[in-house]
C-alpha cells in the first residue's frame, strides 16, 4: 500500500495546508481497540488489568506500547492476539470483532494473521532452529518440504543460516529470539505482537533484535506492537503508546518526543 494513500489533508498550526496520516475511522486500521476492560477474579481479589483502553494501529505502523511492568501490557496483547477475552469492550483485527469469530476463525488469525514474540524466547528446547521455525507452517498446513525450505530463507534472513541444526540451548539469548524472530514470521503474518523482545537481552544484542523487527516493518510492511519499558525503542517506533495503570496515558508520535527521550534516559541514570 503505498503511503500516499494513507495521507489527509489537514491544517497545521500556522494554518499551512499539510498532508497527515489518516488516523480515526479509515479502514486502514489493522488493530482496532474499543474500551476494553479486563479483569481478573482471584478468589476474592479482583485485578482491572485493563481500565478502557482505546486504540487503532494502521496497517504498516510500527507501535511501542511503554510501560512499567504490571500496567497491563501484556494483558493488552492477549486481547489483540486472540489469546484471552476481554471482559468488556471490543478487538477489531482488520475491522473484524474478533469476539464473534468462530473456535476455527479464531485459530486461523492466531496462526496466520499474527506472529508472536516474547521476552522468554518461548521456543521449544528439544527442537532445532530448523524445527522451531517450521513447525508454525506445519500446523497451517504447508508441505513439509516448503516448509523446511522457507525455515532455512527465514534463519538466513536473520543471520542464523549456520545455526539451522542447533537446539535453544546451544545458542545465546541473542540467537534465540532471532528464532524466535524467524519463526514469527513463518506464516506470513500482517501483524507481529512483540511482548518485551530485548528484555531478556543486553543492550547490544538487544538493538540488534530492534532493528531487524524495524526492517521487516520497513522492507515487508509488516505492522509491528512491539511493548517495552526499553528507551532504545522509542527511536525505531511511528507512535508510542504509553499505559499506566490499565489507561493509555498518552500517544505520541515520534518526533514529538525526541526531547522527552533525552530526559527520561537523564532519569534512568
Ligand atoms: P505488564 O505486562 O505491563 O507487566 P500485565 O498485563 O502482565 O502487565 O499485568 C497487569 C496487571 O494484571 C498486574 O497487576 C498483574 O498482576 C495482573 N494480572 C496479569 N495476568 C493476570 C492473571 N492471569 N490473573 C490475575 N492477575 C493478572
Ligand atoms: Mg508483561
Not at 486481547?79 to 471482559?87: H, Q, Y
Not at 514474540?117 to 528446547?125: E, V
Not at 518485551?196 to 540488534?208: Q, S, V
Not at 525505531?236 to 499505559?243: A, G, L, Q, T
Request: aromatic share 4%; charged share 30%; glycine share 8%.
Amino acid at each position: 500500500m503505498p503511503a500516499e494513500n494513507n495521507l489527509e489533508s489537514a491544517k497545521d498550526k500556522d494554518n499551512k495546508e499539510v498532508k497527515v496520516r489518516a488516523v480515526e475511522g479509515t479502514k486502514e486500521n489493522t488493530v482496532r481497540i474499543r474500551n476494553v476492560v479486563k479483569r481478573y477474579e482471584m478468589g476474592s481479589v479482583i485485578v482491572e488489568a485493563l481500565r478502557g483502553v482505546n486504540m487503532e494501529v494502521q496497517r504498516g505502523e510500527y507501535i511501542s506500547i511503554m510501560g512499567p511492568s504490571g500496567s497491563g501490557k501484556s494483558t493488552l496483547f492477549n486481547m489483540i492476539g486472540g489469546l484471552d477475552k476481554p471482559t468488556d469492550g471490543r478487538v477489531y483485527i482488520d475491522e473484524v470483532d474478533i469476539a464473534q469469530l468462530d473456535a476455527y476463525e479464531l485459530a486461523w488469525l492466531r496462526c496466520r494473521k499474527i506472529g508472536y514474540i516474547f521476552q522468554s524466547f518461548n521456543l521449544i528446547p528439544v527442537m532445532t532452529a530448523l524445527e522451531n521455525v517450521t513447525l508454525p507452517m506445519t500446523f497451517a498446513g504447508v508441505p513439509s518440504e516448503e516448509g523446511v525450505e522457507k525455515a532455512v530463507d527465514l534463519l538466513t534472513m536473520v543471520g542464523l543460516g549456520d545455526r539451522i541444526q542447533h537446539k535453544p540451548l546451544e545458542l545465546s539469548g541473542g540467537q534465540q529470539q532471532r528464532v524466535a524472530v524467524a519463526r514469527a514470521l513463518a506464516n506470513d503474518p500482517a501483524i507481529v505482537l512483540a511482548d518485551e523482545p530485548t528484555g531478556n537481552l543486553d543492550l547490544n544484542t538487544g538493538r540488534e533484535i530492534i532493528s531487524l523487527l524495524k526492517r521487516l516493518n520497513e522492507e515487508n510492511g509488516v505492522t509491528i506492537i512491539s511493548a517495552t519499558h526499553d528507551l532504545k525503542m522509542l527511536d525505531v517506533s511511528d507512535r508510542i503508546f504509553w499505559i499506566r495503570d490499565g489507561r493509555i496515558d498518552k500517544v505520541g508520535a515520534r518526533h514529538e518526543i525526541e526531547l522527552e527521550v533525552g530526559a527520561l534516559e537523564g532519569e534512568e541514570a
